[in-house]
């Protein structure tokens, strides 16, 4: 998901002034801040559902960013889960199409800035219905240059021998079967609709 990291960055930048000034003056991550405020919804953000298509899908270049269901109960709250958890159904549906084609998915090793949050894992886990493995090491790319060049002087004799080496999980996060039921639901019976559903009313707007 290449959107994934700039969606909710989006929404730091755009949302976030009183996270970001707190974490000015506190010397915390803004980011974190958010995540904290999304603990405070329930699964589900109340009924509240985020398309992340800002650069369009792989299926509709003209498919835009949907928020979908606000009422006068949600907040900001509710916002930043919603989001979050938009960007997990898109992970699972992308899952969804690994599996089709033949894949056996039994287990996800999560590296990058999205690692850093227990709370976004969980709900990939929950939204998934995978094991969400977390490695000791989660900054994948320096990591994988360090092993190239490891493997160039010769202390390791391939990349499966790296890997076996350096890799170390630190924390499992492990499906929670009720939330698996909600997010399910929510799943099926909306988010994998809105794309569709809204596809000629994004045709519609591209066309003004």
């Known amino acids: ?9 989006w929404l730091r930048d755009n949302f976030g002034y009183e996270e970001l ?26 009924k509240l559902f985020f398309l992340p298509d800002f650069s369009g899908s792989l ?13 006068l109960g949600h907040g900001k709250d509710e916002v930043i ?16 199409f690994i599996e089709g084609r033949g894949a056996q998915v039994e287990e996800i090793r999560a590296i990058g800035g999205g690692a850093k949050s227990d709370l976004w894992l969980q709900m990939k886990a929950d939204i998934a219905d995978k094991k969400i493995m977390r490695p000791e090491i989660t900054e994948g790319g320096s990591l ?5 060049g490891g493997i160039g002087v010769g202390a390791y004799r391939d990349a499966f021998h790296a890997a076996e080496q350096v ?3 630190k924390d499992r996060f492990e499906p929670d079967k009720e939330r698996v039921r909600l997010y399910g639901k929510y799943y099926s019976k909306i988010f994998c609709r809105m ?6 009313l994004f045709e519609e707007m591209s066309s003004l």
């Open 1 to 9: 998901m290449s959107t994934a990291g700039v969606i909710f960055r």
């Open 167 to 169: 890799i170390r999980i």
């Open 144 to 148: 994988g240059a360090a092993v190239l």
């Open 81 to 96: 889960r919603a989001v979050l958890e938009g960007l997990s159904f898109e992970f699972k549906s992308m899952l969804e």
């Open 195 to 200: 794309r569709t559903d809204l596809s000629d």
């Open 59 to 71: 299926t509709n270049r003209n498919s835009r960013g949907v928020l979908l269901g606000l009422t």
């Open 21 to 46: 000034q707190k974490a000015e003056r506190e010397g915390l991550d803004a980011f974190d801040l958010l995540t904290e405020r999304a603990s405070n919804a329930r699964p589900g953000s109340d």
